[in-house]
């Protein structure tokens, strides 16, 4: 049993990492087991400046209960790393406040460390270190014995797939490894609430869906705390009890998965025109479709438009009659079920790439100004 | 043993790792033992000018040897933290319950017990090669802790600042031949009074490496000179209370 602002349960732990970390029962998305007891994270209008004027987050605020896992997820340049980094005491807010199992982000940080763990954007590892000194080092500045942090040392790369790597120097492992070892060094003293930033940024397939397997193994078994920030859809959907979609350092949409992609409603029509159909005739498609009933929001982006409808299947083929008699008929059509890019398209009018090279360009001009 | 301080892990953890990096092994000793012997063999004939103050030349050039083994040898310190920052390990401990003081004299202490070993292996050199030193063990030591903490000081509190901003290991590895500069516009091979160049004696009394240099230079050859160890420990405490602020003031930065 955790206790707020305190330490965890040492024995019960103890018992699950002896048993090499077993699930316990059935979890199918972590974070829903029912054990919540009291909010591990508040954020209250927390917000932040950087010195070169830039305004990463605007004032945000949610609630994370204890167990659950939560995403922050938005494009590259939303906002994301720097709020995680403000929770993980990385960053100093500029304004608002946040508390992380108790403890204040500002006033509270040196308590507050204790009791997170945090796998960074980009592994944060010892490269000269081998895995096995790596994590054991860990450990000990949790305070941990030699003993115990060598044995947990042992379980959590056994856990994470490294145990034949755990004397090999980090500095020689792949990059899926770096990750794996950075995840199990947040883990070594057990906390409360793991911080996971882009925890698959830059993986290939196969190591993401390791990384997905493994955090949703150690979260049945552990029933931490989990925030996570992604700009993968698949990952917010898969591993998120809720999520929060982050555009420009505000949360614009709050719920769980199936919320989220519920409040887009029915289903979406997606139409690819040419590349070269300028953006005036994709607006004159976009306002003629927007005459129709059955049609409820369309959302040009990419060359592409989206059409919300409530029964794809139904009305796809009368569209396609009204849209080639008007001489607009697409390239291609597809049937979509809401995702949780249509989400931010709906709320924002723009897709995650789109809002990425704006954020990159913005980035960009202020440092050559 | 539990509870061990975060201070001493992060002191094991750079010892530790001091046989792994080939910089601190193949660049910090063997090219200034070399450089000792072949200045030593060189410019051995010196010691036959009259008022040299000593008749074995190494003698002489060993206090300076131990410098330019500190010196630059601190440097590999910054090194070790841009490379620490560029894997972002940095990060990492900082979101433990390590302080940034702790991270620092992991670090600073580890240092110094490799840069006190290595000073010490040019002054057995020396004494392997007829040199003596005049105040024995104790004033070996002595002269170890000034050179070691004048390193810190000057070139440690540059090449750290330089981490910090650049986070590159280039970038501090450039600075380099700034620490030989540092003692070649000292007495380091010849006395003062060799020394043709009024400009290059103006340099020398300007130099704060000089001060030090002489302390131990006395330690070596003569004796306990206090007025000069203490002029030593004057210059360090001064250039230290600029640096370390400066420092731990640019070290707190990375909190950003």
């Known amino acids: 049993m955790r206790q707020k602002g305190g330490t965890l349960d040492e024995s019960r732990l103890r018992d699950l990492l002896s048993s090499e970390l077993e699930p316990r029962g059935a979890h199918p998305r972590f974070g829903g087991n029912g054990t919540r007891t009291s909010d591990a994270i508040v954020v209250e209008a927390l917000a932040k400046r950087y010195a070169n004027g830039v305004e990463a987050v605007r004032g945000i605020s949610f609630r994370v209960e204890t167990g659950e896992v939560y995403g922050i997820l938005g494009p590259n340049g939303a906002g994301k790393s720097t709020t995680i980094g403000m929770l993980g005491t990385l960053v100093r807010p500029t304004a608002g406040r946040a508390t992380v199992a108790g403890f204040d982000v500002a006033a509270g940080a040196k308590d507050l460390r204790r009791n997170i763990g945090f796998a960074m954007q980009e592994a944060g590892v010892d490269e000269l270190a081998t895995g096995a000194e790596f994590l054991v080092l860990q450990g000990r500045l949790y305070g941990l014995s030699r003993r115990e942090a060598a044995r947990r040392a042992r379980l959590l790369l056994g856990l994470v797939g490294l145990d034949a790597a755990a004397n090999q120097r980090i500095g020689e492992y792949s990059g899926g490894m770096k990750r794996r070892v950075d995840l199990a060094s947040a883990l070594i003293h057990l906390p409360p609430v793991l911080f996971l930033d882009e925890p698959t940024e830059g993986l290939d397939p196969r190591a993401r869906v390791a990384i997905w397997e493994t955090l949703q193994r150690l979260n049945a078994a552990l029933q931490m705390t989990v925030v996570l920030t992604t700009h993968y859809m698949e990952e917010a959907d898969r591993l998120c009890g809720r999520i929060g979609i982050i555009d420009r350092g505000r949360i614009i949409s709050e719920g769980t998965p199936a919320e989220l992609k519920a409040s887009v409603g029915g289903q979406t029509l997606s139409l690819r025109y040419a590349h070269d159909s300028g953006p005036d005739a994709l607006a004159r498609v976009r306002n003629s479709l927007l005459q129709r009933s059955e049609v409820h929001a369309v959302v040009a982006s990419d060359g592409d438009l989206s059409v919300d409808v409530e029964d794809a299947a139904t009305v796809a083929p009368e569209l396609l009659r009204f849209l080639e008699r008007k001489g607009a008929a697409p390239q291609a059509l597809s049937i979509k079920q809401p995702t949780l890019e249509d989400v931010y398209l709906r709320s924002t009018g723009k897709s995650f790439e789109e809002e990425a090279v704006r954020a990159h360009h913005d980035t960009n001009g202020r440092e050559s100004r | ?256």
């Not at chain 2, 601190?74 to 900082?94: E, H, M, P, W």
């Not at chain 2, 540092?182 to 009074?193: G, K």
Request: charge should be positive; aromatic fraction near 10%.
């Open chain 2, 1 to 256: 043993m539990k509870g061990a301080s975060p201070t001493w892990l992060l002191t094991r953890r750079t010892l530790t790792q001091f046989p792994r990096n080939p910089i601190v092994v193949g660049f910090a000793v063997p090219p200034v033992l070399m450089m000792f012997v072949v200045f030593g063999t060189l410019f051995a004939s010196v010691r036959h000018l009259p008022g040299f103050p000593t008749d074995n030349y190494y003698e002489y050039l060993a206090p300076a040897a131990v410098l330019m083994t500190t010196i630059p040898g601190i440097a590999n310190s910054a090194v070790g933290l841009a490379t620490d920052f560029q894997s972002r390990y940095l990060y990492k401990l900082l979101t433990t319950p390590a302080s940034i003081g702790a991270i620092m004299l992991g670090r600073l202490l580890a240092d110094s017990a490799r840069l006190f070993i290595t000073g010490g292996v040019v002054l057995l050199l020396a004494l392997a090669l007829g040199g003596q030193i005049a105040t024995g063990f104790a004033g070996a030591l002595l002269m170890l802790l000034i050179a070691t903490l004048f390193a810190m000081v000057t070139f440690g509190v540059l090449t750290a600042n330089l981490a910090i901003k650049t986070k590159d290991p280039a970038a501090v590895q450039a600075v380099f031949p700034m620490a030989f500069l540092l003692v070649f516009l000292t007495t380091a091979y010849q006395t003062q009074d060799q020394v043709e160049s009024g400009l290059l004696r103006a340099i020398m009394d300007a130099n704060p490496t000089e001060y030090v240099l002489r302390a131990m230079r006395d330690l070596m050859l003569t004796g306990y000179d206090w007025d000069a160890i203490g002029l030593a420990f004057l210059v360090i405490l001064g250039l230290g209370l600029i640096g370390i602020p400066l420092t731990i003031r640019n070290y707190r930065s990375v909190y950003r």
